[in-house]
């Protein structure tokens, strides 16, 4: 009997031949094979692929409102091979075909993800052995994949395991909330905007967050109040919340002198380090030194697979003891690398808060293998990778360092008794002498309190002896700015996504080379994009802009794994909430033209023709022109049978031209669509070869020059015309320009001319001047023109220089 460990990528893989001994072998008295995926190797098709009849087919991919909402029970929820997954899917069947079990051994998570990308692939496969298996463990430790295999649990059903189905539900879910993206697109195209409007749990939380804090940002008024209050030599400020607020300076009354300060008491204090970092927690940080998201996760990801540090994607705010103690015998090698004292790392029993039995993959941290210095890093991993491992390294040790201690005083006025000071006094540094995840944030915004009532300013001689007054000059603090480390504290308080989730999400919604990003970077700050604004406007009011949406789906997903629950009840009132926000979104586009200037326009929609394509089995629809040319209902009908259809269509500057092609499966902007593409330019032979067209630019090709070129042979021509109206001379040939493309003429510039020019430097060459020029004679010209717009003469020769025949001028 052979057990087969399919884990989730192949690091993985490679943890479990570390504890097992090998890729293949006996443990435990069992034979056992080991394979890999990478992630997710399967995804859903497009929804106008799930649905059958061409009505259904039309419906599912035209983006217009009349078609909203989808109903789940028409779609299919068919899976196809994620482009380049289809050698490693081979892999894994070829590795688990012969195997009597088969252990789902892929990443235990709290939203069933690993159970999902192994059931997937799994069923994809048509595996079929004598029995399932799952595999847990809390982590890649070798005495934890140990126990998780001489202690699997049997499965009755794959299509029954409850982390599957949760997750099955949380995908569907994501997929079905396409239609707020079709909404919101439809209302900015019924703006005359032509442009793509993402929605989604994430995406729409980020914007109607941002959004809202910067309207609030910048609908602040300051508000300021002037107010008698004490201040000490030590500079510890006395209030007295009770003490009137005045509009203006003048307006405050000197009701007091100078007093002793009477200490009220002093107390110790104490604070752990902080909590061990996601990749959201990393990211935001990194991101005031100039790193984008995007360059975050993907070297974190390079580092992670060279286990210099932890796996990325966790969700564990926490480690396990089992982690805690593989990192323990290498704290001081990785001090070393990033400049900490050991001295300071006295505390090296696990902490409570840090470390907790439950977890799986632990929070984000170093890697087993430690590099031997920054300079390494950074030639291994760039600039990114060193600040990463440099910031990750000093969160982790300063677990390892003591509290921070400081002495806590309060008094008051002696002779004012209702002006209370605090202040703290350092005493001891402990973690903050090695990792300050405050250091380097922005400065208070103008108009806020740099020190708010009632907070405690650290000070290191404590309160002072004598209290002066004095008029303070205070506001209302102004609401914060925005950034991506108040973005990611929002989501995290709200429960929205994971960390690595929110930072994936945010590299996508404020990526430079996105066509339609959400949100822009500036510095540290976030503004919305022109797609975020139109986004932000359309959301009020609605399911999808709600932050309590990924907590409604959580629990669904609770449910649907507990057993209490079907995703396809659940899944039945998303239609409801579609139909709800599209009316919604209906009326706050009213609001969005107002606020952008926007004008209400019609949008059109382009004739499609639908049916039966032979191909593939498949009803189909696709666009009824292409190029000017409306296909025949003939035509349509002869390309759903798979046949190439000719005919003439006409380019941007209106002129007609002969091209031929079929139906294809095409893809634009990541989404597949069946319509018309494009074989060759010209006609075809009866042997459905393409031929030469009758003329390129201007110049009508004549039969012998047909022959040559359908033949594979240049033609030379003087009379070509550029769009700019200017003549020019070159060699053409009919051929593909890019494989798959079909062919048309290509001119070659660089090629020898078999004779000269018509003309050079804007002088056009008489017959008598080219008849000389061809015989090898030299011709003297003046008033020649350079492409600086200077006049000069010269002796013209035609002949080779530099590998092929020109023009080479001889000045006197």
Not at 26 to 47: C, I, K, M, S, W
Not at 543 to 556: P, S
Not at 585 to 602: D, I, P, Y
Request: with cysteine; glycine share 8%; charged share 25%.
């Amino acid at each position: 009997m052979t057990v087969g460990i399919l884990t989730e990528k192949p690091s993985a893989a490679r943890h479990f031949a570390a504890a097992l001994g090998g890729s293949s072998g006996t443990y435990n008295g069992e034979q056992f094979v080991v394979a890999h995926a990478r992630g997710h190797l399967y995804e859903f098709v497009d929804p106008h692929w799930m649905v059958s009849g061409p009505a259904l087919v039309e419906k599912y991919q035209k983006w217009d409102l009349a078609n909203l909402p989808w109903d789940p029970n028409d779609l299919s929820w068919e899976l196809e091979l994620i482009k380049g997954a289809g050698s490693l899917a081979r892999d894994v069947n070829q590795t688990l075909s012969g195997c009597d079990e088969i252990v789902i051994a892929t990443d235990v998570d709290p939203t069933g993800e690993g159970g999902m990308i192994a059931v997937n692939l799994l069923l994809e496969l048509g595996l079929r052995p004598r029995s399932w298996s799952r595999m847990y463990f809390t982590d890649e430790a070798p005495a934890s994949l140990q126990s998780g295999f001489t202690s699997r649990t049997a499965i009755a059903s794959l299509q029954d395991l409850d982390e599957y189905k949760k997750a099955v539900y949380r995908s569907k879910f994501d997929f079905l909330s396409m239609q707020w993206t079709r909404c919101a697109t439809n209302m900015a195209r019924g703006c005359g905007r032509d442009i793509v409007l993402r929605q989604g749990r994430l995406k729409s939380a980020m914007v109607k967050l941002v959004g809202d804090q910067l309207q609030a940002y910048n609908s602040y008024v300051k508000q300021p109040f002037f107010q008698n209050r004490f201040r000490d030599e030590n500079g510890v400020l006395y209030t007295n919340p009770a003490e009137t607020r005045f509009g203006q300076k003048n307006q405050v009354p000197g009701l007091y002198s100078a007093s002793p300060v009477v200490v009220d008491g002093t107390a110790m204090k104490q604070t752990a380090p902080p909590q061990l970092l996601d990749l959201a927690a990393l990211s935001s940080m990194l991101v005031g030194q100039g790193v984008k998201a995007k360059f975050v996760l993907e070297t974190y990801q390079k580092m992670y697979e060279a286990q210099v540090v932890s796996y990325p994607r966790t969700e564990d705010k926490t480690i396990t003891p089992a982690q805690f103690n593989e990192l323990a015998p290498l704290v001081d090698k990785i001090a070393a690398v990033v400049g900490i004292g050991t001295a300071l790392l006295t505390h090296r029993q696990p902490r409570g808060t840090h470390v907790k039995p439950q977890g799986a993959h632990g929070a984000n941290r170093p890697g087993p293998k430690v590099p031997a210095s920054l300079d390494h890093v950074t030639q291994r991993f760039g600039q990114t990778g060193r600040l990463i491992y440099e910031t990750l390294a000093k969160n982790y040790l300063a677990m390892h360092a003591e509290d921070y201690r400081y002495e806590q005083q309060k008094g008051h006025v002696q002779r004012y008794p209702a002006f209370v000071g605090i202040t703290h006094v350092p005493k001891s540094a402990g973690w903050k002498a090695v990792f300050d995840p405050d250091a380097g944030d922005d400065s208070p915004d103008p108009g806020g309190n740099t020190a708010p009532d009632g907070v405690a300013v650290e000070n290191g001689k404590g309160l002072g002896r004598i209290a002066e007054p004095f008029v303070f000059d205070g506001a209302n603090k102004r609401p914060e700015h925005p950034t991506m480390k108040w973005l990611m504290n929002q989501l995290a308080k709200s429960d929205v996504g994971t960390g690595a989730t929110r930072t994936s999400t945010y590299s996508e919604v404020t990526s430079t080379s996105a066509n339609y990003p959400l949100l822009v970077e500036r510095g540290r700050r976030l503004t919305l994009a022109e797609a975020g604004e139109m986004s932000w406007l359309l959301l009020p009011g609605t399911r999808i802009g709600d932050l309590e949406l990924t907590e409604k789906v959580y629990a669904d997903m609770r449910d649907i794994a507990a057993g209490t629950a079907t995703a396809d009840d659940r899944l039945a009132v998303v239609a409801g909430w579609v139909r709800e926000d599209v009316a919604q979104m209906q009326k706050n586009a009213e609001v969005m033209r107002s606020r952008l200037g926007l004008q209400k326009t019609a949008v059109t929609q382009s004739e499609r023709a639908a049916g039966t394509w032979t191909a593939t089995g498949r009803d189909v629809t696709f666009a009824r022109s292409w190029s000017g040319h409306r296909f025949s209902d003939s035509e349509v009908q002869r390309l759903l049978a798979g046949e190439t259809i000719e005919f003439q269509a006409v380019n941007r500057q209106a002129t007609s031209y002969d091209v031929f092609g079929a139906l294809a499966v095409q893809t634009f902007k990541g989404t597949k669509f069946v319509g018309f593409k494009k074989l060759g330019l010209g006609h075809r032979d009866a042997g459905g070869n393409a031929q030469p067209p009758t003329q390129w630019c201007s110049h009508v090709f004549t039969p012998k020059e047909i022959a040559k070129l359908a033949a594979g042979e240049p033609v030379e021509a003087s009379d070509f015309v550029s769009k700019d109206g200017n003549a020019f001379q070159c060699k053409v040939w009919f051929k593909e320009d890019k494989p798959g493309n079909g062919k048309k003429i290509i001119p070659d510039f660089d090629a020898s001319l078999d004779s000269p020019p018509v003309s050079w430097c804007k002088h056009t060459f008489t017959d008598a001047e080219r008849s000389a020029l061809s015989s090898g004679t030299s011709i003297h010209v003046k008033g020649l023109t350079s492409a600086k717009g200077r006049k000069f003469d010269a002796d013209l020769t035609w002949k080779e220089q530099d590998g092929k025949k020109k023009i080479v001028p001889a000045f006197a």
